[in-house]
């Protein structure tokens, strides 16, 4: 759903504005770092983005290829955050892990779409600026992120402050 809803604004993006599309397009690790802070399951933001992967690539002209840069979401989240947030006591470390896979998957999903970008859209401002982009797009959906597990743990959904989850 997150996908559709975006494709239109995301495919106008593209090709008028690389810096505004990164940012826009940082909406879709929203998911795998929702569950991934929900769960505090190492594997669960690769599987959250495996599936939204195979709904977006039989959903879109684009197909399977679009399976690489969700895949990617997914594993930085879970390489960079592992088992840091199965401690008992969560805090500002973990959190910091958390910007830290943001961070992280700014600049490798830049690097990705690298690949498409026109010569056109080549030059030094644009693309730096685009690397930026993708940057703080993803440490806002990290921070957002943040705040919807919270207040989802609020409401009683996921894992509680011990770790253990009540679902178990």
Do not use: C, K, N, Q
């Not at 505090?40 to 690769?46: D, L, Q, V």
């Not at 992967?53 to 955050?81: E, H, N, Q, Y």
């Not at 690298?114 to 685009?130: A, D, K, N, Q, Y």
Request: aromatic share 6%.
């Amino acid at each position: 759903m997150l996908h559709l809803s975006t494709v239109g604004l995301l495919t106008v993006l593209a090709s008028i504005s690389p810096p505004l599309y990164a940012v826009v397009a940082s909406v879709h690790g929203a998911m795998p770092f929702l569950a991934r802070r929900l769960t505090r399951t190492p594997g669960t933001a690769t599987v959250t983005a495996a599936v939204a992967g195979v709904m977006v690539a039989v959903s879109s002209p684009s197909g399977i290829i679009l399976l690489v840069p969700l895949l990617l979401t997914g594993a930085v989240i879970d390489a960079v955050v592992w088992r840091a947030d199965r401690e008992t006591v969560i805090g500002a470390r973990v959190e910091i892990r958390y910007y830290l896979a943001g961070i992280t998957l700014g600049i490798l999903l830049f690097t990705v779409s690298l690949s498409v970008f026109s010569l056109e859209h080549l030059t030094p401002v644009l693309v730096l600026g685009t690397l930026a982009a993708r940057v703080a797009g993803e440490v806002i959906g990290v921070a957002l992120t943040g705040v919807w597990a919270r207040g989802l743990r609020r409401a009683g959904v996921g894992d509680d402050r011990t770790g253990v989850s009540a679902y178990r």
